[in-house]
């Protein structure tokens, strides 16, 4: 066994399994803008594909959750990694004003886009001036 086995050897023997739950996070990057119709959060999630990512709102709360497909090529074991987490987690309260229930999400490039629209009494409107 070779001196570097040896110490990843011992590192396992000594730090117990987590679960899932367990597992440290990633707090994604985001950019949050804000128009007249509604707010836009756009986070950073490289790596997470469309079928592993989750994205879920109530009332008052938007979560966003991902986790990163790590492929080995079979019978390779990593010795050390830099990426230590594979799952994303990032929540955020939402205003009364938004509409939870018309959010629209798309992934493109490993980015995360999602889109929630204010309800209508909050939005502007413009008011047409008549002529007397």
Do not use: W
Request: proline residues 7%; glycine residues 4%; charged residues 30%.
């Amino acid at each position: 066994m070779t001196a570097t086995q040896e110490v990843v050897r011992r590192e396992q023997e000594t730090v117990p399994a987590r679960t899932r739950e367990q597992a440290p996070l990633l707090r994604p990057p985001v950019d949050i803008y804000e128009d007249s119709q509604g707010i836009t959060v756009q986070a950073e999630m490289p790596g997470v594909s469309r079928d592993r990512l989750n994205v879920q709102a109530d009332r008052n709360t938007l979560l966003i959750e991902g986790e990163i497909a790590l492929d080995m090529p079979a019978g390779m074991e990593a010795l050390y990694a830099d990426v230590q987490a594979t799952r994303y987690s990032r929540s955020f309260g939402l205003s009364s004003e938004l509409e939870p229930d018309r959010i629209e999400a798309t992934l493109k490039d490993g980015v995360l886009t999602v889109r929630i629209p204010k309800r209508a009494e909050y939005r502007p409107r413009k008011i047409e001036i008549r002529s007397a």
